[in-house]
C-alpha cells in the first residue's frame, strides 16, 4: 500500500516557544482550517554576487530563504484572546481586536487526520493575522507561520551539553498505540 502524503484534513496547534526558540511543551489547536487553505511554502532567500569584468561570476552567496504555512479559519473568535490580540465578551459574543501583532513567538504543529500522512512541527515562528471577510463565508482570518530559527538542546554524559539549531521537522504521523 502506497503512503499517503496528502493532508487531507489536518489540526494546527499552538504553544508558546522556550525562551531560546525552544520547542512548547504544550499545544492547543487553533480551530478548524477552512477546506484546502493550508498550504507550506517558502521563497528563496537574497543571493549576492561579486562578478569581475565583463559579468563574470566569481563568487556566489545565497542567503536562507524563508519558510512559511498559510491557513485560513473561518471562526477565529477565540484565537484572539489565545494570542494576546484580543479579547472575547461571552454575554456580547462581542470581539475587540487590540492589534494584529503577535508579540509572542509560537510553536506550531500540523498533524494529518490520515496515519501515514507527513506533518510538520516548526519550534519557533511568528505568526501573522490578516483579517478577512467576504459575503459567502462571513469573517475569517488568514494566519501566516513564518519559521524561525528554534533549537533543541541535548544533555549529553553529564560534561557536554549540544544545542542544535533548524527550521522544522517533517514527520510521519502514526496513531499512538493503545
Same mark, same amino acid.
Given at each position: 500500500?502506497?503512503?499517503?502524503?496528502?493532508?487531507?484534513?489536518?489540526?494546527?496547534?499552538?504553544?508558546?516557544?522556550? @525562551?531560546?526558540?525552544?520547542?512548547?511543551?504544550?499545544?492547543?489547536?487553533?480551530?478548524?482550517? &477552512?477546506?484546502?487553505?493550508?498550504?507550506?511554502?517558502?521563497?528563496?532567500?537574497?543571493? !549576492?554576487?561579486? !562578478?569581475?569584468?565583463?559579468?563574470?561570476?566569481?563568487?556566489?552567496? &545565497?542567503? &536562507?530563504?524563508?519558510?512559511?504555512?498559510?491557513?485560513? +479559519?473561518? @471562526?477565529?473568535?477565540? +484565537?484572539?484572546?489565545?494570542?494576546?490580540?484580543?479579547?472575547?465578551?461571552?454575554?456580547?459574543?462581542?470581539?475587540?481586536?487590540?492589534? +494584529?501583532?503577535?508579540?509572542?513567538?509560537?510553536?506550531?504543529?500540523?498533524?494529518?487526520?490520515?496515519?501515514?500522512?507527513?506533518?510538520?512541527?516548526?519550534?519557533?515562528?511568528?505568526?501573522?493575522? +490578516?483579517?478577512?471577510?467576504?459575503?459567502?463565508?462571513?469573517?475569517?482570518?488568514?494566519?501566516?507561520?513564518?519559521?524561525?530559527?528554534?533549537?533543541?538542546?541535548?544533555?549529553?554524559?553529564?560534561?557536554?551539553?549540544?544545542? &542544535?539549531?533548524?527550521?522544522?521537522?517533517?514527520?510521519?504521523?502514526?496513531?499512538?498505540?493503545?
Amino acid at each position: 500500500m502506497a503512503k499517503p502524503i496528502i493532508w487531507a484534513e489536518c489540526n494546527i496547534s499552538i504553544g508558546k516557544c522556550g @525562551d531560546n526558540g525552544e520547542l512548547a511543551k504544550t499545544f492547543a489547536s487553533i480551530g478548524d482550517p &477552512e477546506d484546502n487553505t493550508t498550504q507550506l511554502n517558502s521563497d528563496q532567500g537574497d543571493v !549576492k554576487e561579486l !562578478k569581475k569584468t565583463g559579468g563574470v561570476v566569481v563568487d556566489r552567496i &545565497e542567503n &536562507e530563504g524563508v519558510v512559511y504555512l498559510e491557513t485560513t +479559519l473561518l @471562526d477565529p473568535t477565540t +484565537l484572539y484572546s489565545t494570542l494576546g490580540i484580543g479579547t472575547v465578551t461571552e454575554s456580547t459574543g462581542k470581539v475587540r481586536v487590540k492589534s +494584529l501583532v503577535v508579540a509572542d513567538h509560537y510553536s506550531m504543529r500540523l498533524t494529518p487526520k490520515r496515519e501515514g500522512g507527513y506533518g510538520i512541527e516548526a519550534p519557533c515562528t511568528q505568526i501573522s493575522v +490578516l483579517p478577512q471577510g467576504e459575503e459567502a463565508k462571513g469573517s475569517a482570518v488568514k494566519l501566516r507561520f513564518t519559521f524561525l530559527e528554534g533549537q533543541e538542546t541535548t544533555v549529553g554524559d553529564g560534561n557536554t551539553t549540544t544545542v &542544535e539549531t533548524y527550521l522544522y521537522d517533517k514527520f510521519v504521523y502514526k496513531k499512538a498505540s493503545a
